[in-house]
């Protein structure tokens, strides 16, 4: 886990570094209003896109064998195009609303975003780590680079939108996983399909949901405050969570398949692996958090200039939602390894009303600065539970559907 993790965390450390540094220039090629635009964009599109495969993609590394992971990719793929045909029929509604070209990136950056998850569980279920740290540096790196091109050209919103598209289908065409259009005679579509229904039945709506909380966080503020505020908001999260998108990615794609080895339910090995975890992002969050609530708004303002500055005071106030964020960045994956998704999807709807809730009452006392305090105070009970939980789970010799005092 170790070696994986190491390459995983080599290729995403460059694939991280490429956007921030761009990102000072980024901030000055584009205004707070274009990059508010863009955000809300990439946040609808993720949302789609996150459960246009129906998340049979991350039942690939639990296959028994290479002719059940082959059906799943073959379900995936097609659940994919489907989805991505709608999206493409509403973005082209919403450049019609918008009186603008731009949204016509939809149908196609859910299809890309689409392909590279599923190519991206493939690979993890080969254990094709150094592929995999590749194709990150391909898709982040290359995104940032792009919009820093388009950028030159002044081309505004589009640029934005477009550019991380075409980084996403340059990375699922590396990644390219042979595609299987015709399923096999066993085992069927039908008997995998049921077979893994979990992943759509519970966790589709918990993916959903989670990614749901980012759109409705930019459309309050940009329906309350103004399409700048959002500029603020995605800006602050996009560098604030990147570390949780470099180290949580690259420990949940080694510890998923590490997990899924002991079969379904917690079992001792398993669980002293995810304490392990949860200590060591804790170790690695808490100065991060210092230092974020000390000189966050120095550092935004040196970095952006000063049309920033209000991200740098939502970045101190979100600094402890941001340190619990990474933390919990790779645990996502226990809970689909130890066969408790009912539990973790019921879980994450409390919460997604919880972060809304204090968002809008935030929003509501003390604008944008307030959304981030209010949203950092009410997310620290929420996340306490979830790492208790986690580290006290049962350890039984059946699948656990029930956090520890309920099992």
Same mark, same amino acid.
């Given at each position: 886990m170790l070696r994986a993790t190491a390459t995983l965390l080599a290729g995403g450390a460059l694939a991280q570094?490429?956007?921030?540094?761009?990102?000072?220039?980024?901030?000055?090629?584009?205004?707070?209003?274009?990059?508010?635009?863009?955000?809300?964009?990439?946040?609808?599109?993720?949302?789609?896109?996150?459960?246009?495969?129906?998340?049979?993609?991350?039942?690939?590394?639990?296959a028994t064998d290479d002719a059940e992971a082959d059906v799943l990719r073959t379900l995936a793929w097609r659940l994919c195009l489907g989805v991505a045909t709608l999206a493409l029929l509403?973005?082209?509604?919403?450049?019609?609303?918008?009186?603008?070209? @731009?949204?016509?990136?939809?149908?196609?950056?859910?299809?890309?975003?689409?392909?590279?998850?599923?190519?991206?569980? @493939?690979?993890?279920?080969?254990?094709?780590?150094?592929?995999?740290?590749?194709?990150r540096v391909l898709q982040h790196g290359g995104g940032a680079a792009l919009q820093a091109l388009a950028g030159v050209w002044q081309i505004g919103v589009a640029g934005l939108v477009w550019a991380p598209v075409a980084a996403a289908l340059a990375t699922a065409a590396w990644l390219r996983p042979p595609l299987n259009l015709r399923a096999p005679q066993r085992p069927t579509l039908r008997d995998v399909a049921k077979r893994h229904r979990d992943f759509p039945l519970l966790n589709t709506p918990h993916a959903f949901a989670g990614a749901l909380q980012d759109t409705l966080a930019l459309a309050v503020l940009a329906a309350v405050i103004g399409a700048a505020a959002a500029g603020f908001w995605g800006l602050a999260l996009r560098y604030l969570k990147a570390p949780a998108t470099l180290v949580g990615g690259a420990v949940s794609q080694a510890l998923y398949p590490q997990l899924a080895q002991h079969g379904p339910g917690a079992t001792v090995a398993s669980r002293a692996a995810?304490?392990?975890?949860?200590?060591?992002?804790?170790?690695?969050?808490?100065?991060?958090?210092?230092?974020?609530?000390?000189?966050?708004?120095?550092?935004?303002?040196?970095?952006?200039?000063?049309? @920033?500055?209000?991200?740098?005071?939502?970045?101190?106030?979100?600094?402890?939602?941001?340190?619990?964020?990474?933390?919990?960045?790779?645990?996502?994956?226990?809970?689909?390894?130890?066969?408790?998704?009912?539990?973790?999807?019921?879980?994450?709807?409390?919460?997604?009303?919880?972060f809304v809730a204090a968002l809008a009452l935030g929003v509501h006392l003390g604008g944008l600065a307030g959304a981030g305090w209010a949203v950092s105070v009410a997310?620290?009970?929420?996340?306490?539970?979830?790492?208790?939980?986690?580290?006290? @789970?049962?350890?039984?010799?059946?699948?656990?559907?029930q956090p520890p005092g309920n099992a």
């Open positions: 570094a490429l956007p921030l540094l761009l990102g000072p220039l980024l901030t000055r090629q584009y205004t707070p209003q274009d990059f508010g635009l863009y955000h809300l964009f990439a946040a609808v599109a993720t949302n789609i896109a996150v459960v246009a495969c129906g998340r049979y993609e991350f039942a690939l590394p639990l509403g973005g082209m509604g919403w450049a019609l609303w918008q009186a603008a070209p @731009w949204p016509v990136a939809l149908g196609p950056a859910v299809l890309a975003l689409g392909a590279v998850s599923l190519a991206t569980l @493939w690979a993890t279920r080969a254990r094709a780590f150094r592929r995999l740290a590749i194709a995810v304490r392990r975890v949860l200590l060591a992002m804790a170790a690695i969050a808490l100065p991060f958090v210092a230092l974020l609530m000390w000189l966050g708004p120095m550092l935004f303002t040196a970095l952006f200039g000063n049309a @920033w500055a209000e991200a740098g005071g939502l970045a101190r106030a979100l600094a402890l939602y941001i340190g619990l964020h990474f933390i919990a960045s790779p645990l996502a994956v226990v809970t689909m390894a130890w066969g408790a998704q009912a539990w973790a999807l019921k879980l994450a709807l409390v919460g997604q009303v919880v997310m620290a009970g929420y996340f306490g539970f979830y790492f208790v939980a986690l580290a006290c @789970w049962p350890v039984s010799s059946t699948t656990p559907t």
